[in-house]
């Protein structure tokens, strides 16, 4: 008998530094994440790494697990995402709601997508009615795996996929500026890693509650 199979893809990046004269004087107790937009340093060599771990990188685990996780009995992927990756966080109308149709988006369709955000941060043509300009890449990839999660649970009916925002946690990703332990932040991964067999797959997750991608 085959045991159930899981895959967890939390790594990520913040696509952002901070400035060198701020970090000399930083503390986390007086800061949270908004207040750091101003001394925020973004640039493309670090948008296209945290396009490449965030997403691509979430992609290439799942592609080389999903065929390992259907000899499962139980087979389950829990990806990572914030709630910086809601659909709502992109300004364009027409990119959300391509986001938005979950019966007709493909994996290609938000590849172009991503492609695209890219290819304007590159050129600085990142346009505040198109794309979020602050921590701008950051949203970018994590609303790309929401998209993702809900592509790859349309296309794998036989497993559990779904994605969760761990609350606003205390690691490095927010220079320790977070409100949740790492445990605390652990516990909706782990509540979607042990859902029975049966249960909803394609879905958002605001830490341990069923949510909406909005």
């Known amino acids: ?6 895959n967890v893809n939390n790594a990520a990046v913040s696509g952002i530094e901070l400035e060198a004269q701020f970090l000399n004087e930083f503390n986390n107790k007086e800061h949270d994440l908004d207040s750091l937009v101003p001394v925020m340093i973004q640039h493309y060599e670090k948008a ?3 396009i490449d771990i965030n997403y691509y990188g979430t ?11 259907q000899l499962s009995k139980s087979p389950k992927i829990v990806n990572l995402t914030s709630n910086y990756g809601l659909f ?18 493909t ?14 941060f590159k050129t600085d043509n990142v346009k505040g009615d198109t794309w979020p300009t602050d921590i701008s890449t950051y949203k970018v ?6 998209a993702y999660t809900r592509i ?3 296309k794998h009916t036989d497993l559990c996929i779904n994605c969760v925002h761990p609350g606003y946690v205390i690691t490095d990703i927010t220079w320790n500026t977070g409100q949740c332990t790492v445990e605390e932040g652990a516990k909706g991964p782990v509540m979607l890693a042990l859902l029975p067999d049966g249960c909803p797959s394609g879905q958002y997750y605001n830490q341990t509650e069923l949510s909406s991608f909005e």
């Open 1 to 6: 008998m085959h045991c159930g199979m899981l």
């Open 59 to 69: 992609k290439r685990m799942c592609a080389a697990f999903i065929p390992l996780l």
């Open 48 to 50: 296209r790494e945290c």
């Open 107 to 120: 994996e290609e369709r938000l590849d172009e997508i991503v492609c695209r955000f890219l290819n304007d």
């Open 152 to 154: 790859l649970a349309r």
């Open 88 to 105: 709502r966080v992109i300004p364009s109308e027409a990119i959300k709601s391509e986001l938005r149709d979950a019966d007709n988006l």
């Open 141 to 146: 990839s994590k609303v790309a795996i929401s």
